[in-house]
């Protein structure tokens, strides 16, 4: 928020001179201090606090970002607010108000785009085709409608809200604010009704100094707010544009990696294990071979060669068996 509101400063600006005591409105009593000279005094602590209250909803409203309407046709208000909206980047009425500016917004923006088709029509070389009375009737028709209506050319739309300096002379701006029920924050002396006004600041709206001082910290507390949505909105494209780029083949690519990097340690344990299996298996085989070779004692070779000789015999009983045998069936 913008910084707080010093009473002091207020005093020194003339903010609590108020009207003379005949030409006071009664519904005004709350903000009145005092009487002095025939002229009341307003109440700065009341002021302060209004202007608070102001700034914060001021705020709000430019960081959701909605245009605030600045009107002030006073001569001594004329130059003040329009340095002070330019450089919180809003629209600003200083000349005539243009009746049905908010209640007739269609027209007027009509009138605006005809600003831009004057203009196209200069950069196109349309515009040199025309007679010089042509030209200078379109001159000063360009020149008129930028006087009253170019302030509010990027106010595509009507405002979040309307900020009015001195409710008695924007008496229509205000009506119109109300038929359309848009807020209406406004500096209001003690010859005004503050029932017309949504947020009401008690000041002085005749002097230089006391609106210079009410406008400027509102127009801080519009920077603020504008501030706070331009970092909101590059954080929130920031957040966006990572999603994004993670969603990418490349970034999957990435991610993979990065598993793969983090699933190494154990792939390398296992293969090692593997490794030493393969190496104990030629092991594993010869101790089981040297389990099933058969013992090769002396008992045993000795039954072995025995069994072979008995083989032997048998083998040449039959052959000697045999020839007999022919011969006695040769005999019969």
Known sequence: MANKVEVKDLLDAGVHFGHLTRRWN????????????????????????????????????????????????????????????????????????????????????????????????????TFNTLSKKERLQVDRLRAKLEKNLGSIVDMSRLPAAVFVVDIMREHIAIKEAQKLNIPIFAMVDTNSDPREVDYVIPSNDDASKSIEKVVSYLSEAIVEGLSERKSSKESKEGEEKEEKTSKTPRAKKAKEDVAVAAAAPEAKVAKEEVKEDVAAAPKAKESKEEVEVPSTAPEDKEAMKEAKKEVKLESKKETLAKPASEETEEKE
Do not use: C
């Not at 000279?37 to 700034?55: D, F, P, V």
């Not at 309407?69 to 243009?98: C, G, H, S």
């Open 26 to 125: 009664p519904n005004m009593a709350p903000y009145v201090y005092m009487e002095r000279n025939g002229i009341h005094i307003i109440n700065l602590y009341k002021t302060a606090a209004k202007m608070q209250e102001a700034g914060e909803a001021l705020k709000k409203i430019a960081a959701s970002g909605r245009k605030i309407l600045f009107v002030a046709t006073k001569k001594q208000a004329k130059e003040i607010v329009t340095d002070l909206a330019v450089k919180a980047n809003m629209p600003y009425i200083t000349e005539r108000w243009p009746g049905g500016m908010l209640t007739n917004f269609v027209t007027i923006r009509k009138a605006v785009k005809k600003m831009a088709t004057i203009d196209r029509m200069k950069k196109d070389g």
